[in-house]
């Protein structure tokens, strides 16, 4: 009888065990594999109302719920994966904004972090939406601080850091949750590791660190350790190629999406840089962009991308094939 219930027991650890998805990412074994997309959804306008922008930018995806930075407003806007409403920040209570770009990310809590471009601070928000703290982002130029660092990014790991690309320094600078500098990484180049003008990072489940280099026309990655692993890239209008690689996001499955402001476009890679596809032009109709900047995938693999000067979000759904 015991070893009757031992067997069963068994059996039903290993039949749970194989129901498990895995985190770990397994790139697409045929190189001529697709990423097909259309739109399904789209939401918004131009004005300051609810659900309306002005200039969507950086976006985030956590908990089922699309959050929106939008600079023209001075805030960010929470909505479903369906696009209906469900809360707002109003960043005009902490310091009055103006209309530029800027970054934000969620951590493993649902606390909100954002920074703008043309200041140098770290606003921090707790899960329920409520002002936590603020800070001043301070940025290392040899041995002293000096505070302008322009932040265009952020991301953070599942460390508790907070990774931050501006136009500060061609470098990466690295944060705790309460604003403390930890490092930088990278110098002003054109090499392995160098960077001209960065302005989209993101972080995938296993540490990786993607970065898109904009200057220089491509992206770069790196392990948590921040050593160099790879790059893809040039300038130019062809598969896998950037005119302004703008923002940068790596979804759940490890595949890696870069919005491209010039070509008004969307590009999807495997984690290594193999080109998998690519969608959108220039205008105001179905599939069509100017100027996207942020991207957002969910746990259905539907793309949300911030259409920003269209003053919308658009939403795909779609396959590799």
């Known amino acids: 009888m015991k070893r009757f219930l031992f067997l069963s027991f068994l059996v039903a650890v290993l039949v749970l065990s194989s129901c498990?998805?895995?985190?770990?990412?397994?790139?697409?074994?045929n190189p001529s594999f697709e990423a097909v997309y259309s739109q399904v959804d789209t939401w918004g306008s131009t004005g300051s109302g609810n659900g309306?922008?002005?200039n969507p930018g950086e976006m985030f995806f956590f908990n089922n719920k699309i959050y929106v930075y939008e600079k023209g407003n001075s805030r960010v806007q929470i909505f479903n994966t369906s696009g209906k409403l469900l809360k707002k920040l109003d960043l005009t209570i902490t310091r009055a904004f103006s209309a530029?770009?800027?970054?934000?990310?969620?951590?493993?809590?649902?606390?909100?972090?954002?920074?703008?471009?043309?200041?140098s601070i770290l606003y921090k928000y707790d899960s329920t939406g409520t002002f936590v703290n603020k800070w001043t982002l301070e940025v290392v130029f040899g041995k002293k601080f000096v505070a302008y660092l322009y932040p265009k990014s952020i991301t953070t790991d599942n460390k508790g850091h907070l990774y931050i690309v501006g136009d500060g320094e061609d470098a990466v600078y690295v944060y705790t949750t309460n604003g403390a500098f930890v490092q930088k990484f990278g110098v002003s180049g054109q090499g392995n590791g160098e960077f001209s003008s960065p302005s989209g990072i993101d972080i995938d489940r296993q540490g990786f660190i993607y970065i898109t280099d904009?200057?220089?026309?491509?992206?770069?990655?790196?392990?948590?350790?921040?050593?160099?692993?790879?790059?893809?890239?040039?300038?130019?209008?062809?598969?896998?190629?950037?005119?302004?690689?703008?923002?940068?996001?790596v979804d759940h499955l490890g595949y890696v999406y870069v919005t491209d402001a010039q070509r008004d476009c969307v590009q999807k890679f495997t984690p290594n840089g193999d080109f998998l596809g690519s969608w959108g032009s220039t205008g105001t109709g179905n599939n069509q962009f100017h100027g996207p900047s942020g991207v957002a995938v969910d746990y259905e693999n539907n793309v949300y991308v911030s259409d920003t000067f269209n003053d919308r979000v658009i939403k795909f759904s779609g396959e590799i094939k």
């Not at 498990?20 to 074994?29: G, H, I, L, S, T």
């Open 20 to 29: 498990q998805k895995p985190d770990v990412f397994e790139p697409p074994v």
């Open 52 to 54: 309306e922008f002005i």
């Open 100 to 119: 530029t770009p800027g970054g934000i990310t969620v951590d493993i809590h649902g606390n909100v972090y954002i920074v703008q471009r043309n200041e």
């Open 214 to 249: 904009t200057g220089n026309y491509r992206v770069q990655k790196f392990d948590s350790n921040h050593k160099f692993i790879t790059k893809w890239g040039s300038q130019g209008d062809g598969d896998g190629e950037f005119q302004e690689a703008w923002k940068i996001y």
